[in-house]
């Protein structure tokens, strides 16, 4: 697939459903362009035009075009933990329509308000030194605003532990890897220094691909898919498991070596910054590591035939990270060892 334009006849579909939806005479233009392809979700950007549009509808867009299987619960649910972001004031983009259907464009699909800007894995590019500071304590104070946010009214899927429903939902998935029965051994042997839990709301997916930043600085948090209620050390975890290991794609090696010097300065000022406004435990977020490193190893093992299907490149990239993920899944799991 190398289209980067909604076809025609999605367009026009997409048009009738929103007429339907705000009535007048309304019209698709910009038409949607793409603006990310992931491995099962489509996004693109486009706007509206007509008469006694809301301003939210009157601004840039974003289509964002899930999967067909994907339940419309978990749909649902997402759209639930957007609200819940939008009146606690955390800055997160609108969502304006959810259609859990394949009725209109042959897949689910949201529609929400475009956030100004661009990510913050592009910001980072740029290699000024200054800038990283800067991007680290802006994603760190957003990243502690959202786990001092209340749990109570979150829209959680489940209750008990997040490392027990973490490690049973895992095992399920997980478990026919070859090295599941010596990772989750470990796992449930130390699982006990890491209850009772710090509740907070995680993302568990925040890292600077999911983040949008202005002109200004402002930053907004995006793809809420597979938030939930769980211990801040584990969000934290997760995110720096896959910043440290995400390669690092560059035509030389010198600019490779400065854009690594970047990444570690970048996690030392989140991890310093986050850690003067909420405590972090070392041996706790150690042992989140590990198992968010498992994690990611899961993801890069089940995502590669999918890569390989859907995308031009071939699977070194993904080999790459499996193989940096596994290196640290090993040091992290020493080191709390260690530390005992």
């Known amino acids: 697939m190398n289209e980067v334009s909604l076809p025609e006849g999605d367009t026009a579909e997409l048009s009738k459903y929103l007429v339907s939806k705000l009535g007048g005479e309304v019209a698709v233009e910009p038409a949607p362009r793409v603006m990310a392809r992931g491995l099962r979700t489509d996004v693109y950007a486009f706007g509206l035009t007509g008469r006694g549009l809301s301003e939210a509808w009157s601004g840039p867009l974003v289509l964002r075009l899930m999967p067909a299987d994907i339940p419309a619960a978990a749909i649902e649910r997402e759209a639930e933990v957007h609200r819940f972001l939008r009146y606690a004031g955390y800055p997160t983009p609108e969502l304006l329509a959810v259609e859990t259907s394949r009725g209109v464009l042959g897949r689910p699909f949201t529609i929400m308000e475009r956030a100004p800007g661009v990510t913050m894995s592009r910001r980072l590019m740029s290699r000024n030194l200054f800038r990283t500071h800067t991007l680290a304590t802006a994603f760190a104070d957003a990243h502690v605003k959202l786990h001092r946010l209340p749990v109570e009214r979150f829209p959680s899927q489940s209750g008990g532990s997040s490392v027990e429903r973490q490690l049973r939902s895992y095992r399920g998935w997980l478990g ?42 402002a930053l907004r948090v995006v793809d809420w898919s597979t938030a939930n ?88 990239t993904f080999e790459r990270q499996a193989a940096a993920l596994e290196r640290y899944r090993r040091k992290r799991m020493a080191e709390f060892d260690a530390a005992l």
Not at 239 to 252: C, D, L, M, N
Not at 261 to 272: A, E, S
Not at 288 to 302: D, H, K, P, S
């Open 176 to 217: 026919s890897e070859p090295e599941a029965a010596e990772w989750f051994e470990w796992l449930d042997a130390r699982k006990s220094f890491v209850v009772p839990e710090h509740e907070s709301v995680c993302h568990y997916n925040f890292h600077p691909g999911n983040t949008i930043v202005d002109d200004m600085g």
């Open 229 to 316: 209620i769980g211990d801040y050390h584990s969000d934290v975890a997760d995110a720096i498991v896959f910043i440290r290991t995400e390669p690092i794609r560059e035509s030389s090696r010198l600019r490779a070596l400065s854009r690594q010097i970047g990444r570690r300065l970048f996690v030392k000022q989140y991890l310093r910054r986050y850690n003067s406004q909420l405590a972090l435990d070392p041996q706790r977020l150690r042992y989140w590591e590990a198992l968010r490193a498992i994690v990611w190893i899961g993801n890069m093992r089940a995502l590669l035939p999918m890569a390989l299907a859907r995308y031009d490149s071939g699977s070194e």
